[in-house]
């Protein structure tokens, strides 16, 4: 997403989080990518998109069975780390979109984000 943000995509804060929220919740959440209703007061995506929970899945199992278990393992709150990387990630003004830090590669943003994320909380960003 940084990458593409930096190569001139534009995205707004709103899309990079209906896509981030399901992905780092995991397989539950990508699940109910599938048929969440936004009526439904016990929602934990609130919406339905099969494209997206396709592609995001997709994007989940690309990586090793070892990276997804050890995700897996840690438990994290993803709804709060959902939260903390929005707050990190560069916004316009009007914090409507985000805006590209060309100057630094997508790899060092993540990285520096992570890192203060995780100076502050415990692995799984859980209270």
């Not at 438990?75 to 990190?88: F, H, K, N, Q, S």
């Not at 914090?95 to 060092?108: D, H, I, T």
């Amino acid at each position: 997403m940084l990458t593409e943000l930096n190569s001139g995509n534009k995205k707004t804060v709103e899309h990079v989080r209906v896509h981030l929220l399901p992905y780092l919740g995991g397989n539950a959440t990508l699940d109910a990518l599938r048929s969440d209703e936004p009526d439904d007061p016990a929602c934990t995506i609130c919406y339905t998109d099969v494209s997206t929970a396709d592609g995001l899945t997709t994007l989940r199992n690309s990586l090793s069975t070892s990276q997804i278990d050890a995700y897996d393992k840690v438990g994290v709150c993803y709804v709060r780390l959902t939260e903390l990387i929005m707050e990190a990630l560069p916004k316009s003004n009007d914090g409507v979109w985000l805006s590209p830090l060309k100057e630094v590669p997508p790899f060092e943003q993540v990285k520096a984000m992570m890192e203060s994320i995780f100076s502050s909380f415990k692995p799984s960003v859980c209270p």
